[in-house]
């Protein structure tokens, strides 16, 4: 089954609230949240209390993609304004072990990401310890750009690794996901799909959204 978490960062900021509702309304299985700081990726988005401000409007769970250089200082804070998986960059974490365990013990799911030239091998002596695998498929830190499509191999590879393994990790894609790109990360193996400009860019969130499912299930 194909999930679809839209991105909060392609939204009107001035109606968020509503923005949020609007989404669950159509369909939405997650909600994810793009923390930027400006020096791990070159753009500044939100910090925790928009995440505090939204968590009470919903029960979708909130996916929170941290693009911040040292996320441990960060880590809590997220945790307690309400989020239900954190993500951190490998890029970012020399002791990427330490940072998964510190989230787990917030009782807050962890998973890793993975920059579009960053190999699974740097991932393969963690996958015991993590409960999602995020592929970036546009270099991160703005919405709207185009899908890199090299990365796709990858994603193959990984979910050949975990079925070996007989782990169950969940494979989610972000940037550049809509109709046209969906299906091939899902015959890949990828199960959740992050989408912003793809949803919050169209007028009809219900036909966008529900779209770009069944193009993924196809
Ligand atoms: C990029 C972010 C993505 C982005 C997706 O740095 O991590 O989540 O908002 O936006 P689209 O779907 O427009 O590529
Ligand atoms: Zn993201």
Request: aromatic fraction near 6%; proline fraction near 5%; include cysteine.
């Amino acid at each position: 089954m194909i999930k679809i978490a839209p991105s909060i960062l392609a939204a009107d900021f001035a109606k968020l609230g509503e923005e949020v509702l609007e989404v669950e309304k159509a369909g939405a299985d997650w909600i994810h949240i793009d923390v930027m700081d400006g020096h791990f990726v070159p753009n500044i988005s939100f910090g925790s209390v928009v995440l505090n401000a939204i968590r009470p409007l919903t029960k979708l769970p909130m996916d929170v993609h941290l693009m911040i250089e040292n996320p441990d200082r960060y880590i809590e804070e997220f945790a307690k304004a309400g989020a239900d998986f954190i993500t951190v960059h490998v890029e970012a974490c020399p002791h990427l072990h330490r940072t998964i365990q510190l989230i787990r013990s917030l009782g807050v799911k962890p998973g890793v990401v993975l920059n579009p030239h960053t190999p699974i091998e740097t991932i393969q002596h963690i996958l015991e310890d993590i409960d999602l695998v995020l592929f970036m498929t546009v270099n991160p830190g703005f919405g709207g750009q185009k899908f890199i499509h090299s990365v796709v191999p990858k994603v193959k590879q990984l979910s050949d690794m975990i079925k070996e393994k007989g782990l169950s990790i969940e494979i989610e894609i972000d940037g550049g996901i809509n109709e046209e790109t969906i299906g091939a990360c899902a015959q890949a193996g990828a199960t959740i799909f992050v989408a912003g400009s793809a949803i919050y860019s169209k007028k009809d969130r219900v036909e966008a959204l529900q779209a770009i499912k069944k193009a993924g299930e196809e």
